[in-house]
Nanobody, 125 residues
């Protein structure tokens, strides 16, 4: 599967952005999906994950209540709605896919075999 992330940009603290990830090449519902991010000089970290059907989600503690992950299997897309953004959310955001694992969601980047190219999110204070 090929992944294309989009929707990043520059926003002031407290603002919102919506990231999208479009998948091509394989049946989208065959994959559990996730968002990761990488800030300059830091390791890539897990942000949110969603099960193949969208019923199950899991979030990094620091984004709970502010970010919402969702997917539309009919459109082969996944989204990350980011509200109340903070300067510490500044990073390159990547979408990732792993083979179907039901309701089991993983936070380890090594579990994900497919990655998009990343989209920059910058939050100014």
């Amino acid at each position: 599967v090929q992944l294309q992330a989009s929707g990043g940009g520059l926003v002031q603290a407290g603002g919102s952005l919506r990231l999208s990830c479009t998948a091509t090449g394989r049946t989208f519902s065959d994959f559990n999906m996730a968002w990761f991010r990488q800030a300059p000089g830091k390791e890539r970290e897990f942000v949110a994950a969603i099960s193949w059907g969208g019923r199950d989600t899991y979030y990094l503690d620091s984004v709970k209540g502010r970010f919402t992950i969702s997917r539309d299997n009919a459109k082969n897309t996944m989204s990350l709605q980011m509200n109340s953004l903070k300067p510490e959310d500044t990073a390159v955001y990547f979408c990732a896919a792993k083979g179907w694992s039901g309701a089991v969601l993983y936070t380890e980047r090594q579990r994900y075999a497919y990655w998009g190219q990343g989209t920059q999110v910058t939050v100014s204070s």
